[in-house]
């Protein structure tokens, strides 16, 4: 990852191997709310991510951000690895939880109550 910083703008250069389009929305999707985010591909490897800080008269800690922008992009790239890599347990679970569906039969006995509870008036 690079950076480049120029007045209020933040120019963030990705390895597209390493980090996929997904991953990146994701991840700066939780910057919308004080930046404006563009996601460009530049070309097969790098995107350019550009940040410009939108809330007027104050000055972002760059540094504090930058770090957290790192911690951010390894958060959400772990995220689709372990997604991948658990998917077909994931699947098999779901689909075990639904392979025998039965529908719950009415009980034929009648039920009743000592303490004088009737369940069919309910």
């Keep these: ?3 480049q910083l120029v007045s ?5 250069t990705v390895n597209a191997k390493l980090y996929s389009e997904a991953v990146l929305f994701k991840c700066f ?3 919308g709310n004080t930046f404006e985010v563009d996601i460009n591909k530049v070309d097969e490897s790098l995107f350019q991510i550009t940040l410009k800080y939108t ?3 104050a000055t972002p800690d760059w540094n504090n951000i930058i770090s957290r922008i790192k911690r951010d ?7 689709q690895i372990v997604t991948e890599e658990t998917r077909t347990v994931r ?4 689909a075990k939880a639904f392979a025998y569906y039965e529908e719950d039969e009415a009980p034929v006995s009648s039920i009743t109550d000592p303490v004088g509870f009737d369940p069919q008036c309910i």
């Design 1 to 3: 990852m690079e950076y």
């Design 29 to 31: 999707y939780w910057y």
């Design 73 to 79: 992009l390894i958060d959400f790239r772990l995220r």
């Design 91 to 94: 699947e098999l679970i779901i």
């Design 55 to 57: 809330v007027p008269g």
């Design 8 to 12: 209020d703008i933040l120019k963030i």
